[in-house]
């Protein structure tokens, strides 16, 4: 258990629907990471928080958002949805200290469909 | 633009055999790496990692192996253990204030007892 909390794990859903993807960090940690998995495919780094701040911003389309929260677990939002977005998403949290290199611990994933 | 790659999509090992697995990157500015396990249904586990400024990391059974000339890394598994099958995928970092990590598409290993 990496001490990340993803809710929920499953997820089915129709195209042209929204949907929300919660997070929850290690205690402690200030940064987090979403990632999205496709069939096959390595792991694409979407965006990160820190501190309630946005940090870094990868691929991620228009349709996509994401926020950190106070209590510092963060929501992915998803709208408009298209069969193409059907993946696995991973949140991963970190101390995120100065020197850059801590670990990223990730959570189980939530494996969206959408048909 | 893959920056991270694994060209071997699996590998099949005998119980007790090293297991190397192997990984190239191409962007000179990446200097840490890591590498991460994943099992189905779960999320990617943290395994092990080495920063640009050595050639070999060693954690007990896993050791990681650094070769910036020709921008390859490679981890072994000694001695594999059925439990080590998995998917591992290896990752690369540029130190900044953001911590971003670019994964490549993984190598699923067996390790048949």
């Known amino acids: 258990d990496s001490g990340v909390t993803q809710t929920p794990k499953h997820l089915i859903t129709a195209t042209g629907q929204r949907v929300t993807l919660r997070c929850s960090p290690r205690?402690?940690?200030?940064?987090v990471y979403w990632y999205q998995q496709s069939l096959d495919q390595g792991l694409q780094f979407l965006i990160q928080y820190y501190n309630g701040e946005e940090r870094a911003k990868g691929n991620i389309l228009e349709r996509f958002s994401a926020q950190q929260f106070p209590d510092l677990h963060s929501e992915l939002n998803l709208s408009s949805l298209e069969l193409g977005d059907s993946a696995l998403y991973f949140c991963?949290?970190?101390?995120?200290?100065?020197?850059?290199?801590?670990?990223?611990?990730f959570g189980p994933g939530t494996r969206l469909t959408v048909l | 633009d893959q920056q991270v790659k694994q060209n071997s999509p699996s590998l099949s090992v005998q119980e007790g055999r090293i297991s190397i697995l192997n990984c190239d990157y191409t962007?000179?500015?990446?200097?840490?790496f890591l590498w991460y396990k994943k099992y189905p249904a779960e999320g990617p586990t943290f395994l092990i990692s080495?920063?640009?400024?050595?050639d070999k990391n060693e954690d007990g059974r896993f050791t990681v192996f650094l070769n910036k000339c020709a921008k390859h890394l490679s981890l072994h598994i000694v001695p594999s253990q059925p439990g080590d099958s998995a998917v591992y995928f290896c990752?690369?970092?540029?130190?900044?204030?953001?911590?971003?990590?670019?994964f490549g598409q993984g190598t699923t290993l067996q390790v048949k007892p």
């Open positions: 990752a690369a970092r540029r130190s900044s204030n953001t911590g971003k990590l670019i």
């Open positions: 991963a949290s970190s101390a995120m200290t100065r020197a850059g290199t801590d670990t990223q611990y």
């Open positions: 962007n000179s500015m990446f200097d840490y």
């Open positions: 080495i920063s640009s400024i050595k």
């Open positions: 205690s402690g940690d200030l940064s």
